[in-house]
């Protein structure tokens, strides 16, 4: 056991170390040590989510679900690659519910601001892939909603920073934590493709997590948040291991809660291809042996 705690306290050490002095650091270095704890947890990964969806309203002051939630379990694959590990692929497989088992999403995500990010979902039950949007872009239309959820590809698409001018608003606290407010807008090709016009972001100054995020569209209307909980060190790296996203304007929300999340895994890089969408028995098989390394 006592090795185990070294051996994490070496790689949040070695984290830290590569990143500037807290009182020195520009929003785009911020960004940057935000981006590459998101990419470190999920490297070789293989984890189970819980995705949850509600209209929501106000009960004795708290936010809380209206109706029912119409509740996902989904098993998840990714890898890191290309230059310096910044690219990444990924699949999530619908387990539950038995109606929607095997409808999937194949994702793959470019640092490279000139290469577009590529986004597929499989359909079971029409038996055929679809090639989705991962952004406001004039050729996709506008981007797709995750599983149903108020997620969408554009939200869970991180990276490509350089599409994004950075502005450190103030330093604040929030929930007790010492906070940088900090501000995105989207430049250049990013601003036209972009369904937001800004997001402000809410990142813990220790941990390098965002807590909470607000987008606005393109008339400065505020029309989502995000909010992160139960921050926890997960294989080394913290990790929000619930995040729920709201839809102000149709007053809706999902929650994104890691059940299980494995890293430094055995994952064959043929397995993040169409193939593993349309072709139950070789998916089945690979996740099989993926969950036989975890045992």
């Known amino acids: 056991m006592h090795r185990k705690v070294d ?7 070695t984290f830290l170390m590569s990143i500037p002095n807290a009182e020195e650091r520009t929003g785009h270095e911020i960004m940057a040590a935000v981006e590459k704890m998101i990419r470190s947890s999920n490297d070789s990964s293989f984890a189970r989510v819980k995705l949850s969806n509600c209209k929501f309203g106000i009960k004795a002051d708290r936010i809380t679900c209206a109706e029912k939630p119409r509740v996902k379990i989904l098993e998840t694959v990714a890898i890191n690659l290309g230059d310096k590990m910044k690219d990444t692929k990924s699949i999530s497989i619908t387990l539950e ?3 929607e088992r095997g409808v999937g999403m194949l994702n793959y995500t470019y640092h490279q601001t000139d290469r577009e990010n590529q986004t597929w979902l499989y359909l079971s039950a029409l038996g ?13 239309g506008e981007p797709a909603s995750i599983f149903g959820s108020e997620f969408t590809t554009e939200d869970i698409n991180y990276g490509k920073i350089e ?21 995105a807008m989207p430049v250049s090709e990013k601003a036209r493709k972009s369904r937001y016009s800004r997001i402000v972001y809410y990142i813990d100054k220790e941990r390098y997590v965002s807590l909470r995020s607000e987008m606005y569209d393109k ?34 929300l999902s929650n994104m809660a890691t059940v299980t ?21 070789y998916r089945e098989n690979v996740l099989n042996q993926l969950r036989s390394q975890i045992k």
Request: glycine share 6%.
């Open 163 to 183: 599409d994004y001018q950075f502005n450190i608003l103030s330093q604040t606290e929030l929930n007790g934590r010492s906070v940088w407010k900090l501000e």
């Open 219 to 252: 008339y400065g209307n505020h029309i989502k948040r995000s909010i992160s909980s139960k921050v926890e060190m997960m294989n080394g790296h913290w990790v929000a291991r619930s995040v729920t996203m709201f839809n102000l304007v149709s007053n809706r």
């Open 261 to 281: 999340r494995n890293i430094g895994l055995n994952i064959d890089e043929d397995f993040l291809t169409q193939r593993s969408l349309v072709d139950s028995a």
């Open 97 to 99: 519910p038995a109606s």
């Open 7 to 13: 051996v994490l306290t070496a790689v949040v050490a």
């Open 128 to 140: 055929r892939i679809k090639r989705i949007a991962t952004g406001a872009s004039n050729e996709y």
